[in-house]
């Protein structure tokens, strides 16, 4: 079972800056595409950012230039810093992973995971 914990988010004013961070752990074998989704209320899950296993990355056309995903493949974590912050950034920011792992027969089967999301509000 592949346990996805996210940590940061909060309050933070328009024009500041956060920093979120996902850590996977479990039986997996291998990492595939890791990133975040948000979702505001009344409104559809949409993507945030994701980044490869090979390190590309892609992004929210509203967050481009001021937010930014990274990842440490040794530790399996990967990390959203959010610059300029502005209030329609409100919304449960939720860590996504893909990947392989074991099969309760020892085959390898392919696995997407979520956290359990954590709240960012943008307020003065």
């Known amino acids: 079972q592949v346990q996805l914990v996210e940590s940061g988010g909060g309050l933070v004013q328009p024009g500041g800056s956060v920093r979120l961070s996902c850590a996977a752990s479990?039986?997996?074998?291998?990492?595939?595409?890791m990133g975040w989704y948000r979702q505001a209320p009344a409104k559809q899950r949409e993507l945030v950012a994701t980044?490869?296993?090979?390190?590309?990355?892609n992004y929210h056309n509203s967050v481009k230039g001021r937010f930014a995903i990274s990842r440490d493949h040794d530790k399996n974590i990967i990390d959203l810093q959010m610059n300029r912050l502005e209030p329609e950034d409100t919304a449960v920011y939720y860590c996504?992973?893909?990947?392989?792992?074991?099969?309760?027969?020892?085959?390898?089967?392919?696995?997407?995971?979520w956290g359990q999301g954590t709240q960012v509000t943008v307020s003065s």
């Open positions: 980044i490869s296993g090979g390190g590309v990355t």
């Open positions: 479990g039986g997996f074998l291998r990492l595939n595409t």
């Open positions: 996504y992973a893909e990947g392989q792992a074991r099969d309760a027969y020892g085959g390898i089967d392919r696995f997407s995971s």
